[in-house]
């Protein structure tokens, strides 16, 4: 399990760094984030049950759509948010945080 987590922090790390070069524009033009690699890392974060991680990587997602001409969060990207939370074990909890999202 350390290594899966190891994997998905480094995946994180990763598309962190590409969306930093992408704001600071150091991208060559035209480059933009793509829905697939937010989607990928959520739903890792939620498979390992991280549903704050998950979600943090959507509101990422969320605050780079603005800049983007074609990134916007889909079905798939909030389920797997929600699907997270449902599987917290204090049901309260993950039900407030789905009202949040």
């Not at 039900?95 to 949040?100: A, G, Q, V």
Request: glycine share 4%; with cysteine; net charge negative.
């Amino acid at each position: 399990k350390s290594r899966v987590q190891n994997s998905l922090k480094k995946a994180h790390e990763m598309l962190l760094q590409f969306l930093d070069s992408y704001e600071n524009g150091e991208l060559p033009s035209g480059s933009e984030p793509e829905l697939y690699a937010f989607n990928g890392v959520i739903s890792a974060w939620a498979r390992a049950g991280k549903p704050e991680k998950a979600e943090e990587v959507l509101w990422r997602a969320n605050e780079v759509r603005t800049k983007c001409t074609s990134l916007v969060a889909d079905v798939f990207t909030y389920n797997s948010v929600i699907h997270a939370y449902l599987r917290e074990p204090d049901e309260s909890y993950g039900l407030k945080k789905i009202l949040e999202i």
